[in-house]
């Protein structure tokens, strides 16, 4: 993707979760049609770890610190819920155990998903261009 206008860009965290079979947690807000990685906006005075944890914890319900994040980079793509602007997402992988996400917050659904289930969905471009399983 070309470089990113500052003033069309959106700074997130963004979580890589995958389960056993390596299918990718994806969720999907009120009011919206596109399945995304969990994660969001950071508050003032956070960094990009401590955007992610809160907004697991809120969102999904996963009590994290930061030993379970793995910084993966910083990845940018179309923002899927707002026209002509772009991400730029912190990403990490993260370990949550055997810790089960419900949906909370503004969460309305999720759903863990490999490629193919994937293509019945709408993903957004960030999760569909960089971090979709193979299989």
């Given at each position: 993707m070309p470089p990113t206008d500052p003033d069309r860009s959106i700074r997130v965290s963004a979580a890589v979760i995958t389960d056993a079979a390596g299918r990718l947690l994806l969720v999907r807000?009120?009011?919206t049609t596109a399945f995304m990685q969990p994660g969001g906006k950071p508050e003032a005075g956070e960094d990009a770890a401590q955007t992610l944890i809160r907004e697991l914890n809120e969102e999904i319900g996963l009590r994290l610190s930061g030993a379970d994040l793995t910084p993966l980079g910083e990845f940018t793509a179309p923002a899927a819920n707002e026209p002509g602007f772009a991400v730029v997402a912190d990403v990490f992988r993260v370990d949550i155990g055997d810790q089960q996400p419900v949906t909370d917050a503004e969460i309305e659904e999720l759903r863990w998903v490999d490629?193919?289930?994937?293509?019945?969905?709408?993903?957004?471009?960030?999760?569909?261009?960089?971090?979709?399983?193979?299989?």
């Open positions: 807000k009120a009011g490629r193919a289930a994937a293509s019945a969905l709408e993903v957004a471009p960030l999760a569909a261009a960089y971090f979709l399983p193979e299989r």
